[in-house]
C-alpha cells in the first residue's frame, strides 16, 4: 500500500521507517498532488499548531478532507489525534472533526510529566509526550487501547487515532492494524 | 509509568523536528512567534545580539518571565542557563520548563565541567561545533544537539561550517575499521560506545538542529540542506524589521527547503533582516561558540 506520511513539521521520518519496515511503499507528503497519490495516510506526532498553521497556508485542508471522504485508512498520533478531533480543549483550537471525540491537549502535564508505559491488557509499549487525553467520545467510535482505564487510542471505520507514539518504538502492531501487513 | 526516561526526553526532541524554534523575551513576542507557527520558544531575556551589545554576565533569565510565557502560549518553552550551572537549571527543572539549553551564548559558570544533565526530569539541549564535543555532551545525557554557529551574528558562515565539520567526521567514522574506532574515541575525547553507535547507525543518537547566525529563510533552508533537522533562531527574528512576517517565513522554509519556488515566494516581502558581523571583525576573545569544552 502507497502511505504517504503528512511531512509538514513533527515525527513524520519514523512513522515512514515504521511503515517502510512493514512493507509498504511510505513517503512524506507536502502537497495535494503527493496526498492523491497516497492509498493510505499518517498525520505524525509534532506541535499541532504548527500543523494547523502550514495546512492552512499552503491549502492542504480540501485533499485531506478527500482523503478521509473516500474511506481510505488513516493513522493520526498524538497532534495528528488534535488535528482530527471533532473538538479540541485546553485551550480550544480549531480542528477539523474527522474523528467524533473531544481531545484536551498537553492534558498529562508539561514535558517532565511525559512517561512510558505499556497497554492495559497488553506488552504494546506506549510513549507518551506532552500527550493529549482523548474526553469524551462519539457513539461510532471504537476504543481500541487503553491505559489504566482510561482511553488512549480510538477508532472511527478506517480512521485511528492514538494519544501515544508508536512510531518511536519498534513495535509494529500499531501501523499493522491500520494498514496491514502487504 | 515510568516518568521522563531517556526514550520520552528524545521524543519531544523528534517531535520538535522540522519546526522552529525561537527566542523570544517576552509574552508579546511568545504571541507572535506561536501565531507564526513556531514549535517552540526559548525564553530569554535578552537575544545575543543584545547580549553582545550590552557586555556583562548573561545568566539565566528571571522566573517570573519565563512563568508568563508558559502561561501565555500552549508549544513548549525552553530556557538557557549556563554552562555548568546546575543550580540555575534546578530552577529551571522546578518551573516545569519542557527544555532547558546549556547554552554557551551565556555567560559560563563552570570553565570545567558542564552540567550532569542525566538525574534532571527536563530533557537538555547542548551546543556543539564537532562530533567529539557532541559525543561528550550526549554521554552527560544531552536528549538534543544543535550546532552553535556564532550566535548573535545574524551571519550562517559558522552554524554552515559546524554542519560541515559533524557530517564529515560522521561520514569518516561510519568508514572506520572497527578496530580503529577506539583510538577514533580517544583522539576526540568522546565515549567509545557513542563512538560505536555513530559507526553503526552513520547518525548521531539524538537529534541534532542548527543554530547561531539564521536571519533569512534561505539560511534556514541552507542548514536542512546540510543535514539539520530543524532551526533555531535567535536574534533574527526579533532583530529584524519586521519579525511576525519574517518568523512566519522561516516556519514555511524548513518545511519546503527542498521547492526553490516555494522558496522564492516564502523569502519576498519580508523587509530588512538583523544587519550582521563580519567574522573577520569579531575577536577570537567574542566568540561565543569557542565556549564549552
Redesign the interface.
Known sequence: MKVGVL????????HIQAARALGHDAGPV?TAAELAACDGLILP???S??HL??ID??DLKGALDGHVAAGKPVLAT??GLILSARAVT??A?ASFGWLDVTVA??AW?????????TADGSDLPL????APRILDLGPGVEVTHTF?GEPVGVRQGPFWGVAF?PE?TADQRVHAQVFGRP | ?????F???V??A??????VIMDVMNVEQALIA?A?????VMALERVPALIRRDGGVARASDPEMIKAIQAAV???VMAKVRIGHFMEARIL?AL????IDESEVLTPADDEFHIDKHPF???FVCGCTDIGEALRRIGEGAALLRTKGEAGTGNVVEAVRHLRKLREQIRRITQLGREELMTEAKNLGAPYDLVVYVHEHGKLPVPNFAAGGVATPADAALCMALGAETVFVGSGIFMSEDPAKRA?AV??A???WE?PKKLAEISTGLGTAMSGIEMKTLPEAERLANRGW
Open positions: 511531512a509538514l513539521q513533527g515525527g513524520w521520518a519514523a507536502r506526532g509534532g506541535e499548531t504548527t498553521k502550514l497556508r499552503f498524538c497532534a485546553h485551550p483550537q491537549r498537553n502535564g508539561r514535558q517532565v510529566h511525559s512517561f512510558e508505559a510513549v507518551f509526550i506532552r489504566e507514539h518511536l | 509509568m515510568e516518568k521522563s526516561t526514550q520520552a526526553k521524543g519531544l523528534e517531535m520538535l523536528k522540522g519546526g506561536e507564526a507557527g513556531a514549535c517552540a500552549s508549544i513548549p527543572e516545569e520548563v519542557d527544555f526530569k527536563v530533557p512566519k516556519v514555511e524548513v518545511t519546503y521547492d
